[in-house]
């Protein structure tokens, strides 16, 4: 990815196969990511398998900061794991819990995977809610050698992403924060404010 401001470094080890494909015993490394795509090269070539499409994102608001146009969006596999952030997501257990957070993201703001930390307000936004932890992990991945199939690793959850001006903290203009005075939490009655499953193990077949 292009850029990175959202904490989307590798968090694991890739996994190296070779996988027949389209009737072509193709070596491939298979990297999982934070973004919950499953980023599938030739690793002889470092050729994607499939294409990656660069799309166009939004860019943010905080002043001085550089922001990509677009992203790389692989084609395939599909995203194992939830990428957005909107009310269809939030818990609803009850229409009651259900109401508290949409009381609760009313003071954020939400999007699609790529959607930038804004400047922390007081009357809002207070961050923008993401969902960079809700792909793989440090737990990574693995292959079954002989059917070429990848089992990886998920968990569900919403950060809030905010930047506030860093003042005499720090040399650069903003760090991450919340505006002064901005309380709350990401809970609904002691409950995570999205609904589950809050973790999955997802089957790839690399073949296909």
Known sequence: MH???WDHDNPSPPILADVPIKGKRVPVVAQPSKQAFLYVLNRETGEPVWPIEERPVEKGDVP????SPTQPFPTAPPAYENQNV???VLIDFTPELHKEALDIVKHYK???IFTPPTVSK????WGTLVSSLSGSNWMGGSIDPETGVVYVGSGRSILSMGLVPSGDRSDVGYISG???GVQGTLTVKGLP???????QISAIDLKT
């Open 193 to 199: 404010l999205v609904k589950p499953p809050y973790a």
């Open 110 to 112: 939400m999007g699609p």
């Open 86 to 88: 909107d009310e269809s």
């Open 3 to 5: 850029h990175g401001i």
């Open 64 to 67: 001085g900061e550089w922001y």
């Open 178 to 180: 919340r505006a002064p």
């Open 122 to 125: 007081a009357e809002g936004p």
